[in-house]
Structures are given as structure tokens and as C-alpha cells.
């Protein structure tokens, strides 16, 4: 499991509570868990990009004060890096360089060539039906984070 706020009626709790995040994390060892939902930490109002994590359930920009961010943190370089080890992720962002869709240099559209936004060249008759492409290179990288 994991720590997180649980709301209701005080007088129905038959189970001890922890009164923050931080405690319960640091009770049940979850503070230095590589994969932590930092939506259930207070980072502080400053707004630095601190890094990439998970928030809310997916990978993004994890925001806050650099002396509020607990030591020991893990946070990725990349959207990608925290879709992979977390086995989290926009199906849409794929890692495509290891696929041959043929020497025909027709341009199939943009997604993730070794883990950056790039240019899918090929045939596009040997373009699966479910792989799916970007139409640009900025589309592809606001979605994906790379």
C-alpha cells in the first residue's frame, strides 16, 4: 500500500491514524520509495522544477522548494525514465528505434527514437495500424516530457 488521506466521520475510526503524509511514510519505511506519488507532499510554495516523478499518478514536473525536498529523493532526468521505472506511461510515447518499417524515406510522422522526440522515416505500408505517430515534433514532446 500506500500513505494517503483518508477522509470521513472521526468517530467511525477504529484504526490509529497518522495526522500527516510524512509520518506515515517515515513509519512505514515508503519516504525513500523510488516511485512516490509527490502529490502527497508538501514541497513548499516556490514553484522550482525540482525534477521529473510521479504526481498524481503519472510522470511530470514535480515543482517545490529545494530544502523542502526530503534527502535521499529519487527524481528522473526524464519523462521516460519515470514511465519505465515506475511502469507508468502515455501508451502514445513508445521507444519506436528498435522497429524497421523499411527503406522508402517517406516521412510517417514524429514519437520517441532513443529516448527523444524524432522523425519516423520508412514505408508506409509497413507501418502497423497500431502504431501510432505524432504529426510534430512539439506535440511530441509535450506529451511525452523529452
Given at each position: 500500500g500506500r500513505c494517503q488521506q483518508i477522509?470521513?466521520?472521526p468517530q467511525l475510526v477504529t484504526q490509529q491514524l497518522f495526522t500527516s503524509i510524512s509520518d506515515c511514510e517515515q513509519s512505514c519505511d515508503q519516504?525513500?520509495?523510488d516511485c512516490r506519488d509527490w502529490s502527497l507532499t508538501?514541497?513548499?510554495t516556490c514553484g522550482?522544477?525540482?525534477g521529473l516523478g510521479v504526481f498524481d499518478g503519472e510522470c511530470g514536473i514535480i515543482k517545490g522548494c529545494p530544502t523542502a525536498l526530503p534527502t535521499g529523493a529519487v527524481l528522473y532526468d526524464s519523462i521516460l525514465e519515470c514511465q519505465g521505472r515506475c511502469s507508468l506511461?502515455?501508451?502514445n510515447c513508445q521507444e519506436l528505434s528498435g522497429q524497421?518499417?523499411?527503406n522508402c524515406g517517406d516521412i510517417l510522422g514524429v514519437g520517441i527514437l532513443f529516448g527523444s522526440c524524432g522523425v519516423i522515416t520508412g514505408c508506409e505500408d509497413q507501418l502497423?495500424?497500431?502504431t501510432f505517430l505524432f504529426t510534430n515534433l512539439a506535440?511530441?514532446?509535450a506529451t511525452c516530457g523529452v
Open positions: 477522509q470521513g466521520c519516504s525513500d520509495s508538501n514541497l513548499g522550482f522544477n525540482l506511461g502515455n501508451a524497421d518499417y523499411g502497423p495500424a497500431s506535440d511530441c514532446r
